[in-house]
């Protein structure tokens, strides 16, 4: 039931990012760590901008020979991908980068202190996502590996199974099934593990403290923190992708525009202008 996956736009904690048709890169929003510094970027096929509860943020591009770059925030070595090769996926959380390698093996770099780097035994990995402390590896089976906080039970999905999604973020971890419904574990203050009805679902999104989802007919549900207005999306339609950040949404529509909402306090969702964004089998 799964349908293609776009993987082309990226929220981060006060910016946005999406990719061009054309392989290039555009950016807004809070730019104080040079996160949003990507124009020279070229033959770009993924992106991943980290998104944290609190902190500065960063931004990784994935180019089409696998190699990586990365701009923004590096006090933690979070950007520091320039050797890195045979890349296939990249994820981008608090403080660090994660990918998976085309063997299956994944790579990590930057702030290890709950020891979220710590990927180095992971083997037969499709999928990868980053949270504040916590890293999260689907498998080729279905199931799901885990490192690093566990301190709300965001770790605690050994037995999942049947998944080909997953999303990680402040303190909870979603996961996509095959048959489209949704699980979640972790941290639920406000709301954001309250995903047991939702069906039908293609793809998902956790921000920090909200989780989103794609519905097979382009509608959008979501449930957590509203404070900014992250979750009024229910007007929402032809939608192919979603993504979440610290409190913003963005949305790729089918016809490569952009739409957003939520916080804009750094102009993180001004992408009104961005179109022909990049639609990328994967």
Do not use: P
């Amino acid at each position: 039931m799964k349908r293609k996956e776009w993987k082309a736009i990226t929220a981060g904690y006060r910016h946005s990012v999406a990719l061009h048709t054309d392989g290039t890169v555009l950016a807004t929003g809070d730019n104080k760590d040079g996160q949003c510094d990507v124009s020279d970027w070229r033959n770009i096929i993924a992106i991943a901008a980290g998104s944290a509860h609190i902190g500065s943020s960063h931004t990784v591009g994935l180019k089409s020979d696998g190699t990586v770059v990365a701009a923004g925030w590096n006090k933690y070595g979070q950007c520091e991908v320039e050797d890195w090769k045979d890349i296939a996926a990249i994820a981008a959380g608090w403080r660090r980068t994660v990918a998976i390698k085309t063997d299956g093996t994944v790579l990590a770099v930057g702030q290890n202190n709950e020891g979220q780097c710590n990927v180095g035994d992971w083997e037969d990995i499709v999928a990868v996502s980053a949270g504040d402390w916590h890293t999260i590896g689907l498998k080729s089976d279905g199931t799901t590996v885990s490192v690093g906080n566990n301190r709300y039970g965001q770790c605690n999905f050994s037995d999942w199974h049947d998944l080909v999604g997953v999303a990680a973020g402040y303190l909870h971890t979603v996961g996509l099934k095959s048959d489209g419904t949704v699980i979640a574990v972790g941290s639920n203050k406000d709301g954001q593990c309250e995903v047991s009805d939702w069906n039908d679902i293609v793809a998902i999104s956790a921000g920090s403290n909200h989780t989103v989802g794609v519905k097979s007919d382009g509608t959008i549900v979501a449930v957590g923190r509203n404070d900014e207005g992250q979750c009024v999306v229910s007007d929402w339609q032809g939608i192919v992708a979603v993504s979440a950040g610290c409190a913003h949404t963005l949305g790729l529509k089918a016809d490569g525009t952009v739409v957003a909402i939520g916080r804009n306090d750094e102009g993180q969702c001004n992408v009104s202008e961005w179109s022909v964004i990049g639609l990328l089998d994967t």
